[in-house]
């Protein structure tokens, strides 16, 4: 077999091919042995920040949504106040933590203050 970059590429990726099965499964069973492990190696692989500074962040705003106010909680996935790491869609900065229903209307607006402007303008109208 040869060694270059090129060829080993295409064995990994035959490999996670073949035992995509079995890989899966150890990554779950280790998700689920190691929680803080595997969030803290997602946010560093996803926003270059640790656990703990996500729960800093968390900590400086009392847990509570900059936004609208409502008590974040870690990990629920089915609620609207679970914890979000907000962040700029282009130069991928960590802006901070917010609710992840005010996170994804961020979101839903592109990240652009010009667009919310107008969406703030349409709700103050009046509709008589």
């Not at 069973?29 to 492990?37: A, G, I, L, S, T």
């Not at 592109?110 to 009046?126: G, P, R, S, V």
Request: with cysteine; proline share 2%; hydrophobic share 30%.
């Amino acid at each position: 077999m040869s060694t270059s970059k090129y060829d080993w590429n295409a064995y990994q990726r035959k490999y996670r091919e073949l035992h995509r099965a079995e890989i899966n499964r150890r990554a779950n069973e280790w998700y689920k042995r190691c929680p803080d492990e595997a969030k803290d190696k997602r946010l560093r692989t996803r926003y270059g920040i640790t656990l703990y500074q996500v729960r800093q962040m968390a900590n400086d705003c009392n847990w509570k949504c900059p936004i609208c106010g409502v008590e974040m909680v870690v990990g629920s996935k089915n609620s609207n106040a679970t914890l979000a790491v907000d962040h700029d869609h282009i130069t991928g900065k960590v802006r901070g933590v917010l609710c992840h229903q005010c996170n994804r209307g961020l979101g839903a607006f592109k990240d652009n203050y010009q667009i919310l402007e107008k969406a703030l303008a349409y709700l103050k109208k009046d509709f008589k």
